[in-house]
């Protein structure tokens, strides 16, 4: 044998010897059902990350997860059955999403309530404003007799005007 190919016959043994030494990459979420389902549930290795989009180097959640999540869907389970599994083996932190029943409902609810009961609140303050200004013109309108209701409507707007100003210095302070 000649020098060459004693190297090369080594290098190769160290390569072989290399390649069996160093875990090969989970090749995990093989279909899109299974992609679809690992959206649906959270990395619990404590990232905040969805499972199919945990991106730490060596995981020790990730790739088990990944793995038996593989195994169910291979199995033909069904869609429920597997992450009632999961819920049971994590709890419902696992869940991507909260459920949309019992008590967590509530987080489906807030934001929709929230918005409603705060447009309530602006709609509420300004028939509040408008009925001051109102209450403001006709004050107006009755101290100075009925023919003035054109100075009334002047004299409104300089105090629409003068609350605009008043504002406006008070956000230009700040």
């Known amino acids: 044998m000649t020098k060459q190919r004693r190297l090369i016959l080594t290098c190769a043994a160290f390569v072989g010897i290399a390649l069996a030494l160093v875990p090969l990459h989970v090749d995990a979420q093989k279909t899109d059902h299974a992609k679809m389902l690992g959206e649906k549930l959270m990395c619990m290795c404590g990232c ?3 499972l199919t989009q945990c ?3 060596n995981c020790p959640s990730s790739g088990p997860m990944l793995k038996e999540l593989d195994a169910h869907v291979a199995k033909g389970e069904s869609d429920d059955l597997i992450t009632q599994d999961f819920i049971q083996e994590y709890g419902e932190k696992v869940l991507s999403a909260p459920p949309t029943h ?6 489906w ?6 918005f409603v009961l705060g447009l309530g609140i602006v709609v509420t303050l300004i028939r509040l404003w408008r009925q001051r200004d109102v209450s403001r013109l006709a004050a107006v309108a009755a101290s100075s007799g009925p023919s003035s209701a054109a100075t009334a409507a002047t004299e409104l707007r300089k105090i629409q005007l003068e609350r605009a100003r008043h504002q406006a210095d008070r956000d230009t302070e700040e």
């Open 55 to 57: 991106n730490h180097i």
């Open 48 to 50: 905040g990350q969805i």
């Open 109 to 114: 609810y807030i934001p929709g309530v929230a």
């Open 102 to 107: 019992g008590f967590n409902a509530i987080a």
